[in-house]
């Protein structure tokens, strides 16, 4: 067996890209707990707990919000694997990065180390906090993601008023980044079909820059044949979509209890010393 070359890697990273999408979709429409919410209760609440994250200090208010967002999500029906992805990835990166901090920041010395060096008390909370700021600024991110569908949530974005521009960009590029990624599929398949062995780096790199330059052409005639059909369909800068229903007791009593969590973290913060 040979190893894959370029054209079998990319090819493989073009399928996972479209099959993470559609499985996004998938759950975000199992019965669940945030699935059955408004997506404009859950753009606020999970904004509000991103803000709480950003501007506690402790790690143990950090550890207890993390928990009622993984309770969330395990009560959404999210599969325990996605989870520990999703909670591992970054948050481990974020602790590499930060571990150098557990002894260059000062405070009482927890464990002595060579060269006169020791891990502190005050760097091990630091790095601490820090890890868990990421790991549940992530679980809110995919605690929205995950369970809203893209046209709901870009819906419960305009109601809330964002700027008619950013929710455009979203909704355009997350449509047609399909399209081109189809379109480079069948161009890694046409290459593959046509090759009898192995190619050279030169060759390879000529290959790709052609590759380029077809996607930002096609991407470019794709963009002008899109403006003209939506002009054509009464397009006027304002997008229609179907009104988001009114407010049900649930998403009021889910937007009261998220909202006072949030906020009942954020006070005890404060408190403490």
Do not use: N
């Not at 790095?127 to 549940?136: E, S, Y």
């Not at 593959?192 to 000529?206: H, I, M, N, P, V």
């Amino acid at each position: 067996m040979r190893r894959r070359g370029f054209v079998e890697k990319t090819l493989l990273d073009v399928s996972g890209v479209v099959e993470r999408a559609l499985y996004g979709e998938e759950l975000a429409r199992r019965p669940g707990l945030l699935q059955r919410l408004d997506p404009r209760v859950k753009l606020v609440v999970l904004a509000f707990a991103v803000l709480v994250t950003a501007s506690v200090r402790s790690w143990s208010t950090q550890l207890v919000l993390l928990g009622l967002l993984v309770v969330a999500l395990l009560a959404s029906r999210i599969p325990v694997g996605t989870l520990g992805r999703l909670l591992l990835g970054l948050p481990l990166f974020t602790l590499l990065v930060a571990a150098p901090a557990a002894v260059l920041v000062p405070g009482p010395p927890l464990l002595p180390l060579p060269f006169g060096f020791a891990i502190t008390s005050s760097g091990v909370a630091s790095v601490a906090t820090l890890v868990l700021r990421v790991a549940a600024s992530v679980a809110a991110a995919s605690a929205l993601v995950l369970t809203t569908r893209w046209a709901d949530l870009l819906a419960g974005l305009r109601a809330l008023h964002v700027p008619l521009v950013f929710v455009l960009v979203l909704a355009m590029a997350y449509r047609y980044v399909f399209v081109l990624l189809e379109l480079l599929q069948d161009l890694l398949l046409a290459r593959r079909s046509r090759l009898l062995g192995a190619t050279e780096g030169r060759e390879q790199r000529r290959w790709i820059a052609g590759a380029l330059g077809v996607l930002f052409q096609r991407s470019l005639r794709t963009s002008e044949q899109v403006y003209l059909a939506m002009s054509a369909r009464g397009f006027r800068g304002e997008p229609r979509s179907l009104r988001l229903r009114p407010l049900a007791d649930a998403d009021w009593l889910a937007l009261s209890l998220g909202s006072a969590a949030c906020a009942a973290l954020w006070l005890f913060d404060l408190a403490r010393p």
